[in-house]
């Protein structure tokens, strides 16, 4: 039996040892990843955003998944996350204060793999809390909306609405189709009765000729 030289074994232990890396290689590469996030990691924002998402390279599960937004040593996510296509959603709940968030996310692969990850953000003002009234709005303030009068005016008598309805013509259209049809049908019922009354007549006339008494 002829063995095998020293080089030619090392070059197939190196095909096989490229194989087996390959191939273990390839479910990993399967798994879904974060393509971007918003907002994006490292970025400074005006005021606490009312919610934070994860942008995936495929549709994530629902299952299992879950976002964190921390900052000031709470948690102000609200609620659970929300996935449509491949972006992951989760809401922020009002008051949060201005400062640094960490974004702590966790989803699962559309290959059934959890995967997972972080990015942070700054918020220069904090957000709006619950009552709060907006800039340049008065809480006091009412505008008046349609059929409401304003404030110190008195509204006109306004006109009285039409009590009378059009005349349903469709309705009396349809009564006058169906009675001329009842009396076409009685018309034609007493022609065939008539007739018939006429045959029998005939025929009666005929029996007594044949057979006279």
Do not use: C
């Given at each position: 039996?002829?063995?095998?030289?020293?080089?030619?074994?090392?070059?197939?232990?190196?095909?096989?040892?490229?194989?087996?890396?390959?191939?273990?290689?390839?479910?990993?590469?399967?798994?879904?990843?974060?393509?971007?996030?918003?907002?994006?990691?490292?970025?400074?924002?005006?005021?606490?955003?009312?919610?934070?998402?994860?942008?995936?390279?495929?549709?994530?599960?629902?299952?299992?998944?879950?976002?964190?937004?921390?900052?000031?040593?709470?948690?102000?996510?609200?609620?659970?996350?929300e996935i449509?296509?491949?972006?992951?959603?989760?809401?922020?709940?009002?008051?949060?204060?201005?400062?640094?968030?960490?974004?702590?996310?966790?989803?699962v692969s559309?290959?059934?793999?959890?995967?997972?990850?972080?990015?942070s953000f700054?918020?220069?003002?904090?957000?709006?809390?619950?009552?709060?009234?907006?800039?340049?709005?008065?809480?006091?303030?009412?505008?008046?909306?349609?059929?409401?009068?304003?404030?110190?005016?008195?509204?006109?008598?306004?006109?009285?609405?039409?009590?009378?309805?059009?005349?349903?013509?469709?309705?009396?259209?349809?009564?006058?189709?169906?009675?001329?049809?009842?009396?076409?049908?009685?018309?034609?019922?007493?022609?065939?009765?008539?007739?018939?009354?006429?045959?029998?007549?005939?025929?009666?006339?005929?029996?007594?000729?044949?057979?006279?008494?």
């Amino acid at each position: 039996m002829r063995t095998i030289r020293p080089p030619l074994a090392a070059v197939l232990a190196v095909l096989a040892f490229a194989a087996a890396v390959l191939f273990s290689a390839a479910p990993a590469s399967a798994h879904d990843l974060a393509e971007s996030t918003a907002p994006a990691n490292g970025a400074t924002v005006a005021v606490v955003p009312a919610s934070v998402s994860v942008t995936f390279s495929n549709k994530p599960l629902a299952i299992g998944s879950g976002i964190t937004v921390n900052a000031g040593g709470e948690n102000w996510a609200d609620g659970a996350v929300e996935i449509v296509d491949n972006v992951a959603t989760q809401k922020l709940r009002p008051g949060a204060p201005a400062g640094a968030f960490t974004v702590v996310w966790r989803v699962v692969s559309a290959d059934s793999h959890p995967i997972e990850g972080t990015f942070s953000f700054t918020a220069t003002a904090a957000g709006t809390t619950p009552g709060t009234a907006t800039a340049g709005s008065s809480p006091s303030a009412m505008v008046p909306s349609a059929g409401t009068a304003a404030p110190g005016s008195t509204p006109a008598p306004g006109s009285t609405p039409d009590a009378s309805e059009p005349f349903p013509w469709s309705i009396v259209g349809f009564a006058v189709v169906a009675a001329g049809l009842l009396v076409f049908l009685g018309v034609t019922a007493r022609r065939k009765l008539g007739r018939g009354g006429e045959g029998a007549d005939e025929t009666g006339d005929a029996t007594d000729e044949i057979h006279p008494n």
